[in-house]
């Protein structure tokens, strides 16, 4: 595993567990400003240096990286230019759950395409069992969604 590679799938673990505890807080109600800033500067990081790799035509992870910087500009002036006041904060929800499920997305494509076992489940990409997480996966994220529009109020919680 090359340098750039070791340290693109770091900040890609780190952002998506950051990812994680922001989510928890949207469906809890609390805000966790450090995990916050931590999972915006790391999901803005792991697309910035997925353009650092070697460029052999479109792929699914360049179209993902653009999708996810033009989806964290709005998520960033939602967060910490207009502080989630009205319509921003449906921005931010909606624009840091996207983030997260699309790295997400590739955290499980890569997992079946590198670790053995699952390897071994679905070696061409298309199989049902990986068709069947990838389903899984944005129904936990579309639940998590509604809940959070539902909970997340930065206007009781002093944002």
Known sequence: ???LT???VIISLI???AGIVVIHGLITVRRHARSTLVYMVTILLTSLTGFLFPFNGVTPGIVFGIVTVLVFIPTAIARYGLRMAGVWRLVFIAGSLFMLY????????????KIPALNAIA???NEPSLLAVQVVLLVAFLIVGLLSLRRFRPNILGA
Request: glycine share 4%.
């Open 1 to 3: 595993m090359s340098t």
């Open 102 to 113: 699309l790295n997400c997305v590739v955290l499980v494509v890569q997992s079946f395409q």
């Open 123 to 125: 070696p061409l990409g």
């Open 15 to 17: 952002a998506i567990l």
């Open 6 to 8: 070791l340290i693109h």
